[in-house]
C-alpha cells in the first residue's frame, strides 16, 4: 500500500460514538450549548438499536392512580429499581435517574414523541413488572421507535454533522486524557482519525454475544471494549438480563407489555406456573424471576418440544389486542406464523440487556479524563443485578441530557486538542486493518463466531455453577487462538463487511472473557445472576461491583462497594 | 432453494447474477438466507441488516421484483406463490432475467437509488427528501409545565404515518420516483403529513406548502404501489390526496 494519502483528520469540540436514544439525546444537548457536536455511527441513526424498544419509558408522572387510589413517587420509583436491581444499584444513580424520570418524559413529549394516551389526553402509563405503580410511558408497542424518529428530528433540526457507517475502531489517548478516535469509513475502507476535546461513548450493549439475543444484529458491544482497551475498567459485566419471552426461532422480543395487558404463561400441562414461582406478582414477576421460572419448567420436561412455553394472550380479545398490542400480534404472524387472537405465542428466554459495562460515575464520567460514556454501554450504575422494564429508555434519555451537562461544564475553556495523537494512531489503525486483510488463508471468522455465541449460552446462560464455567473460560481461551489466524476472504475497500464483522468479533471475544472471569468470581447469586453452586445472595462478601481492568493483556478484577443510603437490602419477594 | 442475487462491484463497474444453493430451513427469512450466502459461499456478498426484526428499516431490497423488508420475508412463502403481489409497471420490475420463482427468489437492490455494492444503495437520495420536508416538531405556543393533552383518536390518525421506519421500500415502488427523479417520493410526503395533522401544531396549514409543488404533493399518480409494499400500512397515497384536497379546496394549487 504504498503511497497512500494520509489519513483524513476531523476536528469538533464534541464526538459522539453511537446515533441510539443516549447518542442522539446527548448530541441535542451538547448542540444546545453551543458545542461543535459531531456523531459517528455504523449503521443510519435510524437504525440503531433503540429502535427496537416496545413497552415504554417509565416516569412517576402519577397519571394512572396505583391500586389503592395512592400516587406515584419519584422515592416510589427509586424502591422498585433498587429492590429490583437486588441492591446492587448505586442509590444515588438511582436517585438521579427517578428524580429526573417524570422531567424526561415531559420533555419528549414537547419534541414531538406521540405517546400513547388515557381518556382524559394526559399520557397514558401501563404497568410493567417489578413496578408498585403503572408506571410506564408508552407509545403503542413502538416506543423506542417513536422517540427515536423525535430525536433523531431534532439533531437534524440542529444541523449536527453525521457520520454514518464509520466504524470505530479505537479511542486515541495523549497526556492522560482521551483526545479523539479512529473509524473506518465503510464506503471507502479508509480510516479517518476524529479530534474532540471529549468523546462521549454511547455504543449500546453486547447482546449479541449470545446466540439466543432479543438485541439487534449489531450489538456487539464495540464501544465497552474500546473503553477497556483505552485503559478504563468495565463494572458488573457478568450480569445479563434474559427475557423471559422472547419468540422461539428468532429470539424476537415479545414485550412485557404483552404481560401488563393481562396475558398469562402456560407450561405444557396447562398449568399457570407463575403461581408456584411468584405467587403475588404471577406473570409480572421482575424478568429474572419468570425467566428462570420457564428455564426451571423446560428443564423440568413441562415445556414444549423445542424448549418453549406459551404466552396465551387469547382471553384478552381481539379488540384489545388489536387496539393495545399490534407489533406484537404483527411480529407472531409475520415471524411465526401465528395469530395470538387465536393462538398462544411460543416463548423462550433469551438474552436481552447489558447491566454491567463502562465504569462511570453519575457525571458519566470515565477514569479517564475527557471519556464518558452513557446508555446500555455504561455501567453508573442504576440497573445493579437486574433492570426494571421500562428502566433503561429512561437511563438513555436522561443520562443522555445529564453527561452531555457535565461535558459541556468540564470542557469550559479547555483548549481544541492536539492532532498529532490522532493522526498518528488513524495511521496505525489503517496498518493494521490492512494487515488482517492481508492474510491469505486462516481460520474462518464466522465459525468462531457462532461457537463464541454458543458458548455463552450454555455456559454462561441463565443458570451458572464454576464447573461449566471453567469448561467455558477453556472454550474461550480456545476461540481466542483460533481468532489469532483469522482472515477474510474478501479484500475489498468497499463496503466490505467481513471485515467490520472480523473487527467486532475482536471485541466479542474480549468481552468475553471479561464477563466469564467476573462471573466465575462472584460465588452468589443475585439478579440476573444465578450460581446453582452458590444458590444464596451474599451481602457480607458481594455486596459490591466488580470492576474489570486490562493490565498487560490480562484481565484483573477488583471489587468496589455499593453506594447505598436509601434502602436497606433485604430479601426480594415478589 | 436457490437464491438468485444481483451483484455489483463498484472497482470494475461490473454487474452481473449469482446463483447460490441453500439449504432453507422452516421460517427462514431472505435476510437469513443472505447470510448463509456470507458464511458459507462468499464474504464479499454486501447487504444492510441491523434488527433482523422489521423495526429498524434497514433491510428493504427488490425480492421477486417487489420491495420488501428481507428480514420479515418467509423463503418459504415466496417459493409457495402466497407473497405474489400486483404492482402497477416501472422499469425496474421490467429487467429481463431468466429466474425460476417456484425454485429460485430473487433478490436485487431497491431501485430508484445509486448502487454502492451488491445490495447495498445510496439511501441518501431518500432522506435528502426526507429532510426537504423540514421533519421537526413545531408545536404551537410555550410549552406547558406538564405534557400537551392529545385526543386518542388524534393520537390514532397520527399513528398511521409515525408508524414509517424510512425503509424506503415505496420510493423503490414508485412509478413516479422511476421516472421524475425531483419527486419527493411517499415517505417523505407522508411525513410531512404526520407534521400536518398533529394537533399540537398551529395547523395553519403552512406545513403542507413546503411540498406544494410539481414535485410535491401534485406530482403522484396514484398508483398506490407504495401502500401496497408497506411493511408497516402506512398509506402515503391518503395523505396526498388530502393534502391535495386540502390545497385545492383553498384554492392554493399550484400553477402547473
Ligand atoms: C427488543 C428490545 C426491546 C426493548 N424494549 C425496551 C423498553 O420497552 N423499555 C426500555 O426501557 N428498554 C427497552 N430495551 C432496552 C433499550 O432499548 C436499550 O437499552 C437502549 O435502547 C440502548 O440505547 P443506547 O442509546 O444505549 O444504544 P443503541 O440504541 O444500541 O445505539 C448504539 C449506537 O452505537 C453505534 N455504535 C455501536 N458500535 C459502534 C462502533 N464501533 N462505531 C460506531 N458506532 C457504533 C450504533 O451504530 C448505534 O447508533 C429493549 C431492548 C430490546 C433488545
Ligand atoms: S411509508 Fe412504509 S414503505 Fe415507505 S418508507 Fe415508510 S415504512 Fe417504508
Ligand atoms: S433488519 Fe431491521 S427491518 Fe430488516
Known sequence: MAGRAEAAVHRHDMVVIGAGLSGLRAAIELSDAGLDTTVI????????????????????????????????????????????????????????????????????????????????????????????????????????????????????????????????????????????????????????????????????????????????????????????????????????????????????????????????????????????????????????????????????????????????????????????????????????????????????????????????????????????????????????????????????????????????????????????????????????????????????????????????????????????????????????????????KNKSRVFNQALIRLLELEDMLLLAAVLAQSALRRRESRGSHTRTDFPARDDEHFLAHTLAHLRDSAIDLEYEPVRLGMFEPTEREY | MRLKLFRYNPEDREQRYDIFEIESRPGMSVLAALFDVQKKHDDSLAFRYSCRGAVCGTCAMLINKVPRLACRTQVAKLLDGSLEMDLAPYPALEVDIDWNPEEEVLVEPLPHLPLIRDLVVDMEPFFAFYRAVRPVFKPEGEAPARERLMDRDAVSALEAYTNCILCGACFGACPVDAKNPDYYGPAALAKLYRFHIDPREAGDGSRLELANTPEGWWACEFHTNCMRVCPKRVPPNIAIGKARRELSEQGREPER
Open chain 1, 41 to 488: 455511527s455504523k449503521v443510519l441513526p435510524l437504525r440503531s438499536h433503540s429502535v427496537a424498544a416496545q413497552g415504554g419509558i417509565n416516569a412517576s408522572l402519577g397519571n394512572v392512580a396505583g391500586e389503592d387510589g395512592a400516587m406515584d413517587s419519584w422515592e416510589a420509583h427509586a424502591y422498585d429499581t433498587v429492590k429490583g436491581s437486588d441492591y446492587l444499584a448505586d442509590q444515588d444513580a438511582v436517585e438521579v435517574m427517578c428524580r429526573e424520570a417524570p422531567r424526561t418524559v415531559i420533555e419528549l413529549e414537547h419534541m414531538g414523541t406521540v405517546f400513547s394516551r388515557l381518556e382524559n389526553g394526559y399520557i397514558a402509563q401501563r404497568p410493567f413488572g417489578g413496578a408498585m405503580f403503572p408506571r410506564t410511558c408508552y407509545a403503542a408497542d413502538r416506543t423506542g421507535h417513536n422517540i427515536l424518529n423525535t430525536l433523531y428530528e431534532q439533531a437534524l433540526d440542529r444541523e449536527i454533522r453525521f457520520y454514518e457507517e464509520y466504524y470505530t475502531t479505537a479511542l486515541v489517548r495523549d497526556g492522560g486524557r482521551c483526545t479523539g478516535c479512529t473509524a473506518i469509513e465503510l464506503l471507502t475502507g479508509r480510516v479517518h482519525g476524529f479530534a474532540a476535546k471529549a468523546v462521549l461513548l454511547a455504543t449500546g450493549g453486547f447482546g449479541r454475544l449470545y446466540s439466543r439475543s432479543t438485541n439487534a444484529l449489531i450489538n456487539t458491544g464495540d464501544g465497552v471494549a474500546l473503553a477497556l482497551c483505552a485503559g478504563v475498567p468495565l463494572k458488573d459485566m457478568e450480569f445479563i438480563q434474559f427475557h423471559p419471552t422472547t419468540l422461539f426461532g428468532t429470539n424476537i422480543l415479545i414485550t412485557e407489555g404483552a404481560r401488563g395487558e393481562g396475558g398469562r404463561l402456560y407450561n405444557s400441562n396447562n398449568e399457570r406456573f407463575m403461581e408456584r414461582y411468584a405467587p403475588h406478582s404471577l406473570d409480572l414477576a421482575p424478568r429474572d424471576v419468570v425467566a428462570r421460572a420457564i428455564e426451571e419448567e423446560i428443564a423440568a420436561g413441562r415445556g414444549f418440544e423445542g424448549g418453549y412455553v406459551y404466552l396465551d394472550l387469547t382471553h384478552l380479545g381481539a379488540d384489545h389486542i388489536r387496539a393495545r398490542l399490534p407489533g406484537i400480534r404483527q411480529i407472531a404472524m409475520d415471524f411465526a406464523g401465528i395469530d395470538p387472537i387465536t393462538d398462544p405465542i411460543p416463548v423462550q428466554p433469551g438474552q436481552h440487556y447489558s447491566m454491567g459495562g463502562i465504569d462511570v460515575n453519575n457525571r458519566g464520567e470515565t477514569r479517564l479524563p475527557g471519556l464518558y460514556a452513557a446508555g446500555e454501554c455504561a455501567c453508573s450504575s442504576v440497573h445493579g443485578a437486574n433492570r426494571l422494564g421500562g428502566n433503561s429508555l429512561l437511563e438513555t434519555v436522561a443520562f443522555g441530557k445529564l453527561v452531555a451537562r457535565a461535558i459541556v461544564q468540564n470542557t469550559q475553556g479547555l483548549p481544541a486538542p492536539a492532532t498529532d495523537a490522532v493522526r498518528s494512531r488513524a495511521a496505525s489503525e489503517q496498518e493494521r486493518i490492512d494487515v488482517l486483510l492481508g492474510r491469505k488463508t486462516g481460520e474462518n471468522l464466522f465459525a468462531i463466531m457462532d461457537d463464541l455465541k454458543d458458548t455463552m449460552f450454555e455456559y454462561f446462560g441463565i443458570f451458572r455453577d464454576e464447573r461449566h464455567m471453567k469448561e467455558g473460560i477453556s472454550r474461550l481461551e480456545r476461540l481466542q487462538e483460533r481468532f489469532e489466524r483469522v482472515h477474510v
